[in-house]
């Protein structure tokens, strides 16, 4: 018999909150055992800090997280709590939190949800947090759990279209989710062989980055061409209408949207959101907070969280110029 890893804390809780992404019970389901291992109680807690302020929690057993690893959404299920964002809520949730003896909160989501981490805090509770949202953008990680899965999952839909779009040699519009970050549609984008990619981070100009590129393909003989949109660029049906009337096609228009959040995770979604909640459980034992976890290359590693909320992320300039050189410009 192994001998138990000892643990500054005895008790601790889950949540998820903001979008919920494919692997988010991978990672429930590896803080549970990382912490069972370790003789840390866990608790649930659902629908996020919502669930925090009501007391809407159950102690977590291993059978509650048997299972779970191949499924997408979250079992804790996830909300966006207007309460929790006054001081008031928050003092009702870290009420919470010292009334059941929680000793520390793992809480897996997008920076909203780190940014909530911090406000708790602020109220002497531990907080570790697991970046989990298909947009990849959170600044201080290199990957967020869920972006493999949904980047996959747009790239086997685009596929599809390509098919159709090939047959009757038209023009597909297709706009992927990314309210302010291009990665997921750079990504799909140069997997799926678009004629352009049209990204947040670059304010959007018909000309250069959509009609020149399609005159170009139209001249190397290419009759049927893929425009990948990320939903913050610009409307996918605006662009549609624009390729219409300058360019005298009739493009179809496709909105993804949040097919792209659902499914089985990916192997690479599944093995991330287990390192990542692992090393949550460890830093709590260990006795430290307000860390977030970090995909840094290879490396896990853990970071101070607001700190990495304060950095800033841009696109990567590499991958942005492939796509710029496959597109034909
Ligand atoms: O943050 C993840 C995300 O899927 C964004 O890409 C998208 O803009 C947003 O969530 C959609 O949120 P909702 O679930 O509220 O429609």
């Given at each position: 018999m192994e001998e138990m890893e000892k643990s500054a804390v005895r008790r601790i809780g889950v949540l998820t909150s903001g979008g919920d992404a494919p692997g988010m019970n991978a990672a429930i389901r590896?803080?549970?055992?990382?912490?069972?291992?370790?003789?840390?109680?866990?608790?649930?807690?659902?629908r996020g800090y919502a669930g925090l302020i009501s007391g809407d929690i159950f102690p977590m057993t291993s059978a509650d997280v048997s299972r779970i690893i191949n499924r997408g959404g979250?079992?804790?299920?996830?909300?966006?709590s207007d309460e929790f964002r006054s001081v008031e809520g928050q003092q009702k949730a870290a009420a919470t939190c010292k009334l059941l003896g929680l000793e520390g909160i793992v809480a897996i989501g997008g920076d909203g949800t780190f940014r909530g981490a911090c406000d708790l805090s602020k109220f002497g509770i531990s907080v570790v947090g697991i970046p989990g949202t298909i947009d990849n953008d959170i600044v201080c990680t290199d990957y967020t759990i869920g972006f493999d899965t949904a980047a996959n999952t747009a790239v086997d839909c685009i596929d599809r279209l390509r098919d159709t779009m090939q047959s009757h040699e038209r023009c597909a519009v297709v706009e992927v989710m990314g309210r302010h970050a291009g990665y997921l549609a750079l990504h799909v984008g140069v997997a799926v062989g678009a004629t352009a990619v049209l990204v947040p981070e670059y304010p959007y100009d018909f000309n250069e980055h959509v009609a020149e590129k399609i005159r170009r393909a139209r001249l190397s003989g290419k009759t049927n061409f893929i425009i990948?949109?990320?939903?913050?660029?610009?409307?996918?049906?605006?662009?549609?209408?624009?390729?219409?009337?300058?360019?005298?096609?009739?493009?179809?228009?496709?909105?993804?949207?949040?097919?792209?959040?659902?499914g089985a995770p990916t192997v690479k979604d599944r093995v991330m959101a287990t390192r990542m909640g692992y090393e949550a459980v460890r830093v709590l034992a260990e006795g430290k907070t307000n860390r977030v976890i970090c995909a840094e290359g290879d490396r896990i590693i853990d970071r101070d969280i607001a700190e990495g909320l304060a950095m800033k992320k841009t696109l990567n300039p590499e991958e942005f110029k492939v796509m710029t050189v496959m597109t034909g410009t």
């Open positions: 590896s803080v549970a055992r990382s912490a069972f291992r370790r003789g840390i109680e866990v608790v649930g807690i659902r979250t079992v804790l299920y996830t909300a966006r990948v949109v990320a939903e913050g660029a610009v409307p996918a049906v605006f662009v549609g209408e624009q390729i219409r009337a300058e360019l005298g096609l009739d493009p179809r228009v496709t909105i993804l949207g949040h097919i792209q959040r659902g």
